[in-house]
């Protein structure tokens, strides 16, 4: 309870957790759209956020690794989780799925060939991705292990990513 207003304020109690809160704050003020949380089918939540875009309905699983690459077999159990999910919705719905590492180009194509309508949001496309002086400042992606992921300033930006399909 914040003594000062009488409110609750969340508690915060994991670098997940704190990654999927700058998710939502940074994709609400770049794509300036309404973040929905846990979107829920019934009465189970299947995926992390909602959000339109464009004329376009989208559902976001956030997963942060730990690791620097994302492994292989995460990455596909994650991306399978987020098009279920998908598929659970009552109209066409873009699955997307965010994380905090680094997926290399040939991990990414053998998911997008595994799940053609999945976009991959990783840890280059939010770096790259900045709007009116607005980025992504996360103390969870800056960090020594930084120096392992190959920066490419051709890398697509968030918006041109949800703008692929």
Do not use: W
Not at 33 to 55: C, M, S, T, W
Not at 78 to 84: E, Y
């Amino acid at each position: 309870m914040n003594v000062e207003n009488g409110t609750r304020a969340k508690i915060i109690n994991s670098p997940g957790e704190q990654f999927e809160h700058e998710i939502i704050d940074f994709f609400g003020k770049i794509l300036k759209v309404e973040i929905r949380r846990q979107y829920p089918v019934g009465k189970i939540y299947i995926a992390d956020l909602f959000f339109h875009f464009n004329n376009q309905d989208y559902i976001v699983e956030v997963k942060y690794y730990r690791t620097p690459l994302a492994q292989m077999s995460l990455l596909m159990r994650a991306a399978q989780q987020i098009v279920n999910a998908a598929q659970c919705t009552d109209k066409p719905t873009i699955p997307v799925l965010v994380v905090a590492c680094y997926v290399s180009p040939n991990q990414r194509k053998v998911a997008i060939e595994t799940f053609p309508n999945l976009i991959i949001i990783d840890r280059l496309v939010l770096l790259n991705t900045s709007i009116n002086g607005i980025f992504f400042n996360s103390s969870l992606l800056l960090d020594s292990e930084d120096a392992m992921i190959p920066y490419n300033t051709e890398s697509p930006n968030l918006i041109e990513c949800l703008s692929r399909i």
